[in-house]
């Protein structure tokens, strides 16, 4: 599958915690161009520990999420348009940067789903689809696995489905290379 999508951040006092966004996702299995918007990391509880990796605390994010779907080469019973909203909560250590983003330097995060479903069955109706999934961050690093075991899943398919990613913030990694690069090394002072 081959995805692509933009986000577009605001501030709510500050940090930027509020985003919108569109994507798209093209496959054999089906296509579809979604919308969606949410609260992303907005501090639950006051800072339980400030150190110089950042602050410490309880973040909560919702996102909510409309999509259209279409016949893929390989499925041709989906349905036409579909809705999830997915809550989470998180812990971690924070960093707010100059322009008013919110990075985990580590994180744990847990987190509910519920999708009206894209597949439908034999009657036409969709599927609905509960699921979980935790996920750890480590600076640029990101693992999260999933699983739709929640609700009753003999009246769906024959078994829960898991999935899991890992993902590289890479323009991270880049901020994180230029930062290095831009550091004067200890013999490179001593010597000025």
Do not use: C
Not at 87 to 103: D, H, R
Not at 143 to 148: G, H, P, Q, S, V
Not at 171 to 189: C, E, G, L
């Amino acid at each position: 599958m081959i995805d692509g999508s933009i986000t577009r951040w605001f501030p709510l006092f500050r940090p930027k915690v509020i985003f919108a966004g569109a994507g798209f996702s093209v496959g054999t299995i089906y296509q579809q161009g979604f919308l969606r918007a949410g609260i992303r990391r907005m501090p639950i509880t006051p800072t339980l520990y400030s150190g110089s990796w950042g602050d410490v605390s309880a973040r909560a994010s919702v996102l909510g999420r409309i999509s259209y779907q279409d016949n893929g080469a390989v499925l041709h019973s989906v349905r036409r348009t579909a809705g999830l909203v997915q809550p989470s909560i998180a812990f971690g250590q924070y960093v707010t940067t100059e322009t008013g983003e919110t990075i985990p330097t580590w994180e744990i995060e847990f987190a509910l789903m519920w999708d009206s479903g894209i597949f439908v069955n034999t009657t036409g109706q969709s599927q609905e689809h509960f699921a979980w999934a935790i996920a750890g961050s480590f600076g640029p690093v990101r693992l999260e696995t999933w699983n739709d075991s929640m609700g009753n899943i003999a009246e769906r398919d024959y078994g829960p489905t898991y999935g899991a990613t890992l993902t590289l913030d890479v323009f991270r990694v880049w901020n994180m290379i230029q930062d290095f690069r831009s550091k004067p090394t200890t013999n490179q002072s001593a010597s000025s």
